[in-house]
C-alpha cells in the first residue's frame, strides 16, 4: 500500500492498495490463475478515518474497500477462463530452429 505520512493531522492516509486475486481449479489444484492491479483510494476528511494497523482486523478494512470497488464476479469469471484455457490452450507458440532452438515442450494431452 502507499500512504501519505501525514494528512490533515492523520498518520499513515492510504491512497493506493496493491493487490492480487488468485483462483485454484477446484478438482485439480495445479491449475491456478490470478490478475494483479492497483486500486486508488482518495481521502475525505468527511468520513470517519481509520488509522493504519498491522492487523487482520485492519487486513479486513482494505479488503471491504477492494470489494466494493472492483468488480468481483467479473474477475472469478476471468479467472475461471483462464483457468480452463490452462487446462485446454487454444493457442501454441511456434519457433523457427534459429530463432529458439529449445522451444517449451508442449503439454501431454489427458
Do not use: C
Not at 499513515?12 to 483510494?41: E, F, R
Not at 469469471?77 to 529449445?102: A, C, G
Amino acid at each position: 500500500m502507499n500512504a501519505r505520512i501525514e494528512e490533515d493531522g492523520n498518520q499513515n492516509v492510504i491512497y493506493t492498495v496493491h493487490w492480487t486475486y488468485t483462483a485454484q481449479d477446484d478438482i485439480d489444484p495445479q491449475y491456478t490463475a490470478s490478475q494483479i492491479g492497483t486500486y486508488s483510494l482518495t481521502y475525505d476528511p468527511s468520513t470517519q478515518f481509520i488509522p493504519y494497523a498491522d492487523t487482520p482486523a485492519f487486513e479486513d478494512y482494505v479488503i471491504t474497500w477492494l470489494e466494493s470497488g472492483l468488480d468481483v464476479p467479473v474477475m472469478k469469471e476471468s479467472l475461471r477462463n483462464q483457468i480452463e484455457l490452462e487446462k485446454h490452450p487454444v493457442d501454441e507458440d511456434l519457433y523457427f530452429t534459429w530463432d529458439n532452438p529449445n522451444p517449451p515442450i508442449p503439454p501431454e494431452e489427458s
